[in-house]
């Protein structure tokens, strides 16, 4: 189940949209902790396609696959060595990936007779992919952005966090589904529901107790349970929400019915 998905209904081209999502956008969201994945939706992919010319590679003896193994090989991110920057050890990362079609059709094919180019026995353009999601608002082409977490994220703060980047865009967008809202409205609810519990319970107090002691001693207790609770979930890094509300709320009426019983 995604966390928020929101949906940018181009106003021109969709293919640009797409591609400022995918590089500008995409990038920004998946840095956010909590982010485990964004996805787009919609649209037509733009790609880069590599076409052989058949007869010039047979000429050359030039198996296909050795051409898509040296793509495979330039387009990477690789490990070097370990430096050390402020007494601190640093990974060096060798960055060779292609950059431009001009690069890409530079690339050096040894044929065993002599150094060769890759546009020597291909061709290499951009294209689109055929679409293979279709997403309509209102009957209008439409781009689906969706946002999953991880497991221990909370969801408030991740949701808060996507829309401040989403914003900062300046592009008009529709939220379509947001976890982290609806979560937010919930613990709203539960928080009302435990604060009605606790008004009910100091009426019993009074109803049921007339020493002034034994009510001071029971508000003590109820008190001193709640921030204990607060102070042990602070300290193991558990987040507020509906179902630690709820516990919170029973777990009150039962300290309580201890001293009615």
């Known amino acids: 189940e995604y966390l928020i998905n929101v949906a940018f209904v181009p106003q021109d081209d969709p293919e640009t949209l797409k591609l400022y999502l995918e590089q500008e956008v995409k990038p920004l969201l998946e840095h956010i902790d909590g982010v485990s994945q964004v996805k787009i939706l919609g649209g037509k992919t733009k790609e880069v396609r590599v076409v052989f010319d058949g007869d010039k590679m047979s000429g050359g003896s030039i198996d296909p696959r050795a051409l898509g193994q040296i793509f495979q090989r330039e387009n990477t991110i690789s ?16 960055d060779t990936r292609l950059k431009s079609l001009e690069e890409m059709r530079n690339l050096p094919v040894d044929t065993g007779k002599g150094i060769h180019k890759v546009s020597d026995y291909s061709q290499v353009h951009f294209d689109f992919q055929d679409e293979n999601e279709i997403v309509r608002i209102d009957g209008k082409q439409a781009l689906s952005v969706l946002i999953n977490t991880t497991y221990k994220a909370n969801s408030i703060r991740v949701s808060q966090a996507c829309k401040e980047v989403l914003d900062g865009t ?76 709820s516990g919170i709320t029973i777990a009150l009426g039962l300290v309580v019915d201890a001293f009615f019983v």
């Open 79 to 94: 490990e070097g060595s370990t430096s050390s920057v402020h007494q601190q050890d640093v990974q060096v990362l060798y």
């Open 170 to 245: 300046k592009l008009d967008y529709i939220v379509l589904y947001d976890k982290g809202k609806d979560v937010q409205e919930n613990i709203f609810k539960v928080f009302i529901a435990t604060l009605q519990s606790l008004i009910i319970i100091i009426i019993l107090v009074f109803l049921f107790f007339s020493k002034i002691t034994t009510i001071m001693l029971i508000f003590f207790f109820l008190w001193a349970t709640m921030l204990w609770t607060w102070g042990i979930m602070a300290f193991c890094g558990i987040t507020v929400n509906e179902n630690t509300l």
